[in-house]
């Protein structure tokens, strides 16, 4: 099993997205990359914690290689604009990828360069190492399943569950959106 923390925005759309995927045996939403033990929601959107909304994907690679987890992670966010995805904006909706060791670092930044392919040299995609994860409070957890009428729901994670699903079509499971 190998674990990844990646931050790419809201934390609904990541956790909606990897739920889907085969090999995927946990995702938890959460916060990172800040300062401040056991931060809350609205700690975390006010700005003044530094944490990222971000999501803790647990994936078993002999199922799904990590190139793929990492390669939908940059499909589904622009790692181009800093610390705003779509209408949210602040450096807790920044794209990051928090990294547990050396090994994973190298994992990350390959990935990056991959991505440079589609979005150029203008990636601002922070790479750190992992402090303490936070897992995000109980409505946060499988918030698009969870609130389906949600018009967030709707407009901005479906079309990144359908965009993902086009591409990657044989990592998804059987589940539709």
Same mark, same amino acid.
């Given at each position: 099993m190998a674990t990844y923390? @990646? =931050?790419? /925005?809201?934390f609904w759309c990541l956790d909606a997205l990897y739920r889907r995927l085969q090999g995927v045996v946990d995702v938890v939403s959460g916060y990172t990359g800040g300062y401040g033990d056991e931060p809350i929601?609205? *700690?975390v959107t006010s700005g003044n914690t530094g944490h990222a909304e971000a999501v803790r994907v647990t994936? !078993?690679?002999t199922v799904i290689p990590k190139e793929v987890i990492l390669d939908i992670f940059f499909l589904v966010h622009d790692p181009t604009t800093l610390n705003r995805q779509g209408a949210d904006e602040g450096t807790e909706y920044r794209s =990051?990828?928090?990294y547990n060791d050396q090994a994973q670092e190298a994992e990350f =930044? %390959? %990935? @990056? *360069?991959? %991505?440079?392919?589609?979005? /150029?040299?203008n990636i601002v995609t922070e790479l750190s190492p992992l402090n303490e994860f936070y897992p %995000?409070? !109980?409505?946060h957890q499988d918030y698009f399943d969870k609130n389906p009428g949600n018009s967030y729901c709707s407009i901005i994670? @479906?079309?990144k569950i359908i965009k993902a699903r086009a591409t990657y079509t044989q990592w998804f499971k059987e +589940?539709? +959106?």
């Open positions: 923390v @990646l =931050a790419g /925005g809201c929601y609205y *700690q994936f !078993d690679e =990051a990828m928090f =930044a %390959a %990935a @990056l *360069q991959r %991505a440079k392919s589609h979005w /150029g040299n %995000a409070e !109980d409505e994670i @479906l079309p +589940v539709e +959106v």
